[in-house]
């Protein structure tokens, strides 16, 4: 049984920073690639950032481009999302996902993904 369970979200004012934290068991993390994607009220989920299962390879969407840093501790079984210069539409619902069989082609889509986290809510004030 996968379990992902999200912690580090919080309410922050815009400008603040986040790291938040994916704790994953019941697969050997470190041979999978992970994802953050995010949920905001009345939208549609979106892919924020990828990572590889060695960490070589990193994605991330345009908006969060040189604010965002995903990363990973294979050791600890943990991915973590540092977040930077945060603004108000960051605000959300961050989910982290372990990475199927396709997600080298589809890991900035639901369909990359098979197992995924509850969700941590994040809010930023303006």
């Known amino acids: 049984q996968v379990q992902l369970v999200e912690s580090g979200g919080g309410l922050v004012q815009a400008g603040d920073s986040l790291r938040l934290s994916c704790a994953a068991s019941?697969?050997?993390?470190?041979?999978?690639?992970m994802g953050w994607f995010r949920q905001a009220p009345g939208k549609e989920r979106e892919f924020v950032a990828a990572?590889?299962?060695?960490?070589?390879?990193?994605y991330y969407t345009d908006s969060v481009k040189g604010r965002f840093t995903i990363s990973r501790d294979n050791a600890k079984n943990t991915v973590y999302l540092q977040m930077n210069s945060l603004k108000p539409e960051d605000t959300a619902v961050y989910s982290c996902?372990?990475?199927?069989?396709?997600?080298?082609?589809?890991?900035?889509?639901?369909?990359?993904?098979?197992?995924w986290g509850q969700g941590t809510q994040v809010t930023v004030s303006s």
């Open positions: 990572i590889s299962w060695s960490g070589g390879d990193t």
């Open positions: 019941g697969r050997p993390f470190s041979s999978y690639a």
């Open positions: 996902a372990l990475g199927g069989r396709s997600w080298y082609s589809d890991y900035d889509v639901r369909g990359g993904y098979d197992y």
